[in-house]
């Protein structure tokens, strides 16, 4: 199978190229700057790309190129900071901007180049450096120019080498696909076979070549990589795989109901209930702090999930619906892109369990998990669901979590989610959901005057959940769903509107 490289320099778009090149259906992996010539050479790639970085090339300290990358003989793309790398390293100039770029750009076409290939001129392009190259190297064409970059796309053709001071990954650059498109399948000559039915085609035989005939053990939470991972690794190993899914009192409405009447009654999953509501919340009893709730959490959790364990005879694997971005979010390295926060997937395992991993996405983004999951046939109310955290509704509860507070919670957030059903937008949206916060404030209902909670509504648009835009929702719709939940969930009089992106907010409140 046909790959490319991408070197990490501390762009916030490196995962974006990733995803990119896959929608192109080439496989795609990430790797530190500071990854050694052996081991790209031993991943073997077709192509290999610089991503941006925040930094400037001549700062101490910051990330460099190794040269030696350069003899691996394969096209490579270098992508703004990437670009003023290669720039760097043969001999050209960069100075820090007059005039700095941060948004969309019209780039001139200067001449024919095979990166630009078909991209209209004066197209839309999407910026983001303080520096630029006031002189290309020697041996490389100038390709593009913008009104305040005269070095906005170069090229060395015999070397196949490449640079591109704007972003052809995000969706704000009109012609990006088709700029990513010439790299991989013009320049890179790669072929089309990064798709979810060779995925689960070898997944499934590696899976049954890997477990044999022992036993393997999933925690099913109902999520989307949860459930798709059960449902591959039942076509790998059938009643070999023990799913248990942990009623930890911190669910939505009726979650494990659903869950135990499709995975245990519809699909015939080996699957063992475990109402475990009481240990957790009491253990809750009277904390507040998110990260003390997310450790009672997950080690209560570990703790239950191992006595299940237990008693299950020759189980020698723990499968986990780990993602790619859990793990390059959970693998800092200097220079790279930075750690935004920790992993329950990743990591945490108690070493007594003695279990072998098995980890099937390991290496995909969540939208690829969600076509597997069609592919392998899972009803569409579990693959369109959106994300929800391992501790859930605990870090949407600030402050203590009771059970009159839950009850408040899964109530609101029962009509939030159904209403943005109703109305159609459910599936525009990556995240919605209600948030209880810690303050009363004064309403009027009828003659009485109340003092009673405030619920905050958050809804955002994302690709992967790495960056994210709050949700542009209809006012009529908004004021709609305020009503209702102040009119039928007591104890909330009060609806307010999360209007933060991601950075500098992140989508969850704790």
Known sequence: MDAIAILDFGSQYTQLIARRIREANVYSEIFPHTVSYEKLKDFNPKGLILSGGPMSVYDDGVPQLDEKILDLGIPVLGICYGMQLLAKVFGGRIEPAKNREYGKAN??????????????????VWMSHGDLITKAPEGFEINASTENTPVAAMSNKVMKIYGLQFHPEVNHTAEGKKIISNFLF????????????????????????????????????????SSVAATLIDKSIGKNLFCVHVDNG????????????????KMKLNLTFVDASEIFLSRLKGVTDPEKKRKIIGSTFIEIFEKEASKIEDVKFLVQGTLYPDVIESVPVKGSSATIKSHHNVGGLPEKMNLKLIEPFRELFKDE????????????EFIRRHPFPGPGLAVRILGEVTPERLRILREADEIFIREIKNFGIYDEIWQAFSVLLPVQT???????????????LRAVTSADGMTADWYRMDGE???LISKKIIQNVKGINRVVYDVSSKPPATIEWE
């Open 369 to 380: 998990v969600r076509e597997i999951g069609r592919k392998l046939k899972l009803p569409d």
């Open 186 to 225: 013009n320049i890179c000559q790669c072929g089309a076979d990064w798709t979810p039915e060779n995925f689960i085609e070898k997944a499934i035989s590696e899976i049954k070549e890997k477990v044999g005939n022992s036993g393997a053990i999933l925690a099913l939470s109902g999520g989307v990589d």
């Open 250 to 265: 911190l669910m939505r409405k009726d979650e494990s109901r659903q869950v135990l009447k499709v995975f245990k009654e």
């Open 107 to 124: 780039v001139e076409i200067l001449g024919y180049s095979e990166i630009l290939k078909d991209v209209r001129n004066n197209s839309i």
């Open 442 to 456: 004064v309403g009027v209902m009828g003659d009485f005057r109340t003092y009673e909670h405030v619920v905050a």
């Open 477 to 479: 719709i908004l004021g």
